[in-house]
């Protein structure tokens, strides 16, 4: 197989494995590293990692999506695909199971860890020569919920409309958090809706921080059960 051919098989594929090279041309694995070694220095692909290229006009949506399996683009980034902010993330946010270090690729791609049992709600998406996993905006908005510090509780406060109030209100109760819910029903009724009688079940008795990266300062919100530290 001549170097043409070869780069006809992979052009839809995004993201290569040496097992994938291995298959595709026909070869062992050593031989199949050293190939894609060749084609990295001539600039034809890109190592992205030990083990993994990409032809250089990959998306690195599609990049970071499939360096760790199972895994969804979240958070900012989510909401930035979804056309729900106005903010353009400097970084590309990856919810996964495992740990990861950060890597550059176009982009910076943090990998942020969540337990396996909340790893749900999201699609594969083609994107360029390639696919990547994109949370759906209701899954987006209960990750952020449920972790802050990678979404401004503003920009989520404005990503609600046209969601789909009866599945990010199962999406929240799937992720088994209680402070999630109460800000998912606070945000809520900021936006109009009153989830409570669907909630309140689940609700406790002690006072959570709408905003945990902020001093515990405000009011306390007693249907809520939560302190209200940021003015949204």
Known sequence: MNEREFLGKIKDLGV???PDVSHIIGKDRRYAALYMKRL??????NRIKKGKYALPDTDPLVVATN?????????LSGLAYHHKTTQIPITIQVATTISRKAINYGSRIIFVRLNRKRLFGYKRKKIGNGYAFIGEIEKVIVDSLFMPKYCPLSETMDAFDGVDTGKILNYALKMDSIVTLKRLGYLLELNG???YGKIKSHINERYDLLNPLLPPAGKNNPKWRIKINEVL
């Open 193 to 195: 809706v009153d989830a």
């Open 67 to 75: 360096l760790v399996i199972p895994s969804y683009i979240s958070f």
């Open 40 to 45: 990295n220095d001539r600039g034809v692909v």
């Open 16 to 18: 290569l494995t040496i």
